[in-house]
């Protein structure tokens, strides 16, 4: 059964920092790439940034370079999103899904994406 659970998300100000988990199971995560996407209310989902087999990383997001950046842990099946000086635009549910990798890796839209997590929500306010 492959799945995905996203998990550190909550309440945090403005300039603060999070740091997102992505446990991953029923698959080999060396062979998969890992992207993060993000829904805000109201709001189409979007993509933050995809984390190569290798652990180079893709920006989907303009607004988040220089802010966030993601990492990966395949002996652990983990993956990482780590988020700083966030801002208020920054909330919403994050999710993570798998890509089976090939040449376009970290090159495709939601709809090439395999399996979701259920997401993890976080609120950016003072």
């Known amino acids: 059964q492959v799945q995905l659970q996203e998990s550190g998300g909550g309440l945090v100000q403005p300039g603060g920092s999070l740091s997102l988990s992505c446990v991953t199971s029923g698959f080999t995560l060396d062979y998969y790439a890992i992207g993060w996407f993000r829904q805000a209310p109201g709001k189409e989902r979007e993509g933050v940034l995809c984390?190569?087999?290798?652990?180079?990383?893709?920006y989907y997001a303009d607004s988040v370079k220089g802010r966030f950046t993601g990492s990966r842990d395949n002996a652990k099946k983990s993956v990482y999103l780590q988020m700083n000086d966030l801002k208020p635009e920054d909330t919403g549910v994050y999710y993570c899904?798998?890509?089976?990798?090939?040449?376009?890796?970290?090159?495709?839209?939601?709809?090439?994406?395999?399996?979701w997590g259920q997401g993890t929500q976080v609120t950016v306010s003072s």
């Open positions: 899904a798998n890509d089976f990798y090939d040449y376009s890796t970290c090159q495709k839209g939601l709809a090439d994406y395999d399996t």
């Open positions: 984390i190569g087999p290798s652990g180079s990383i893709t």
